[in-house]
């Protein structure tokens, strides 16, 4: 995992990105996601998730565990394999509840533990969580491009402030919580640009916030839906070696979810 640097990943100048967000546990998008990753791998090509792989909005269609135990293995068999954490790994770290509508995601997650776990659930969900921690919070491109899972945080000072965001730990922590939960209300246009010229890009692509497939905010941000969405379901196949000035830039990147029979 060389491209590590503390909780910051840094990707050279070559190949290209798949770059997904918030899966929360459909299992046919994941599977579907990782064959396309799979249809051009090598060794220049990576595969970027940007957290909430977990929690369906009910216990019915949730294969949360599936997907993690998924994401575990390619994570750790694989260092082009980069999954970040989203808020909703972030409450099984920190045991604080997490809710769609009213629905307690967090409490069913536990209850699809202790049904295929059963005694030993409080061991595998300590396992989970430690894998949590391992992971990283942001992705940082040669070309240019900061990827999170939401943000941006509005008092990050420098590239360090990423790098050892955690090294606050996961509670009390407001840089931290900024880049998990921050939705386009909780900033400004001000704060975008500032935010990405204190980490050196001119783009950020985030997930966190449905919508209809990708939206453009500020020419700096898009926001993009791949499974939980407003209707289209998108990713982004980003070239790792074109010179991105701003997210605009990255919309002919943008590539629909198709479902082949």
Sequence with gaps: MSNYNGKLVELPKRGKAIVITDIHGNLDDYDRY??????????NNYFIITGDFIHAMGKKDDKSIEILDSVKQCWENNENFYPLIGNHEWSTISDISVYKGSINQSLNFK???????????????????????????????????????AGPARNIKSLDDIINITDKGY?????????????????????????????????????HTPVDGVKLINDKQLIVSS???????????????????????ILKMVKQLHWYS
């Design 171 to 207: 509670l009390d922590n407001d840089n931290l919580y900024e880049i998990l939960w921050n939705r386009e209300e909780d900033y400004t246009e001000n704060d975008l640009k500032s935010f990405l010229r204190t980490v050196a890009c001119n783009a950020m692509i985030v997930g």
């Design 227 to 249: 499974s939980y969405s407003q209707g289209k379901k998108e990713y982004i196949e980003l070239d790792l070696e074109e010179k991105i000035r701003d997210a605009k830039d």
């Design 111 to 149: 209850e699809l533990l202790r049904e295929k776990f059963g005694s030993n659930w409080n061991k595998k969900l300590d396992e989970y969580q430690e894998f949590f921690k391992k992971l990283p919070i942001a992705i940082r491109t040669a070309n240019k491009v900061f990827i999170s899972h």
């Design 34 to 43: 990782v064959d396309i990753w799979g249809e051009y791998k090598n060794d």
